[in-house]
């Protein structure tokens, strides 16, 4: 087979493409995780919170040095704190996730607890972007923006919750209520332990 | 149930009104009531608007059989959405003393026009009107409000 065909039928290649697809519709639609029951490489799927988090203290950096001089040292400490921690507060929100979803009867697997939250950060990474846009022109951005974000976070987490556990109004609306608060509590936290 | 789910969404609405005009009068530009009425009528309005959207819609949808009656959710639940963002308004505002509620209840109405037409099967088939109608009231609603709390504040 010459190169030419291969462009065309080379199965690896038309794997590739199916796949990014899929990434690509997973996290536009990360509920469909927890629903289509798929199992993906949640470590790699943790890449995008910590992408997400690190842009966010990154923000909160940029915004104590237009206001206060923070130097500049500590505003790439911060922001790979965010980095670091966004990954591993996300990865232990979605055991959590899961682990509840047990309790009230919806045994799912830990990898997709994961993937789903990890997923949902999209809509945060793309208000966070926007957010950084913002502040190149020299508006604080931190709060407002991440706030959106953090809210934004919920929406597939609810959406995912609820398709599960049909006749269960409830749980959908605590469990994301549970889940933003954790995530705001751990916003503060990396606030207040790191600088 | 249906009733409690009601009472529920009221009391959101109402929350975020109690810290929108607490906001407001903390900016000394207008009173609590002033926040509070306008907050809480324009809820009103916006609910209503968007759920009778939404019932049309599904309706119309349903008999062009372009929904399947199956998968109708009740608006009700969709609005639910508004608790855990209420759950962190509440926080963030007592606790981190943010004055942001006027953030949080723009996202509240954005987010839930989104889902009330991702329930109706935006983004998915051929596009119809009638599919975003909600998801862009939501939008509007919002962004009208976030120009009325730029002149209340």
Avoid at chain 1, 53 to 65: I, K, N, P
Avoid at chain 1, 72 to 95: D, E, H, M, R
Avoid at chain 1, 146 to 153: D, Y
């Amino acid at each position: 087979m010459n190169g030419e065909n291969c462009e065309i039928l080379c199965p690896d290649k038309i794997n590739r493409i199916e796949s990014i697809k899929h990434i690509i519709f997973l996290m536009l639609n990360p509920s469909s995780v927890l629903t289509d029951g798929q199992v993906h490489k949640w470590y790699l799927d943790l890449i995008l919170p910590a992408f997400a988090w690190m842009l966010f203290f990154l923000q909160v950096g940029l915004d104590r040095h237009r206001q206060s001089g923070y130097p500049p040292g500590k505003i790439v400490l911060l922001s790979f704190i965010g980095l670091i921690a966004g990954y591993v507060v996300v990865f232990l929100t979605g055991i959590l996730m899961s682990m509840l979803l047990t309790v009230f009867g919806k045994n799912i697997r830990l990898q997709l607890g994961i993937s789903c939250i990890a997923l949902s950060h999209t809509y945060k990474t793309f208000s966070l972007i926007l957010g950084l846009l913002y502040n190149f022109f020299g508006y604080s951005s931190s709060v407002a923006f991440g706030t959106v974000g953090l809210l934004a976070t919920l929406l597939p987490v609810y959406s995912g919750i609820r398709g599960l556990t049909r006749g269960t109004t409830f749980l959908a609306p605590v469990l994301a209520a549970l889940i933003g608060l954790i995530f705001l509590v751990f916003w503060q936290l990396v606030l207040k332990i790191g600088l | 149930m249906s009733k409690f789910k009601l009472i529920l969404i009221g009391i959101m609405f109402l929350l975020f009104s109690v810290f929108i005009g607490i906001q407001v009068s903390s900016a000394g530009t207008h009173s609590f009531f002033a926040g509070f009425i306008i907050t809480l009528l324009y809820s009103l309005v916006v609910f209503l608007i968007m759920t009778v959207l939404y019932i049309i819609g599904a309706g119309k949808l349903i008999s062009k059989n372009k929904l399947n009656p199956d998968n109708y959710q009740s608006p009700y639940d969709i609005w639910l959405i508004s608790l855990p963002f209420c759950v962190l308004l509440v926080v963030s505002f007592l606790w981190l003393e943010w004055q942001i509620a006027d953030v949080y209840y723009c996202t509240t109405l954005a987010i839930s026009g989104m889902l009330l037409g991702n329930a109706l099967g935006r983004g998915s088939g051929k596009w119809h009107i009638i599919k975003s109608l909600p998801f862009f009231s939501g939008t509007i609603f919002s962004i009208l409000f976030g120009i009325i709390m730029d002149w209340m504040v």
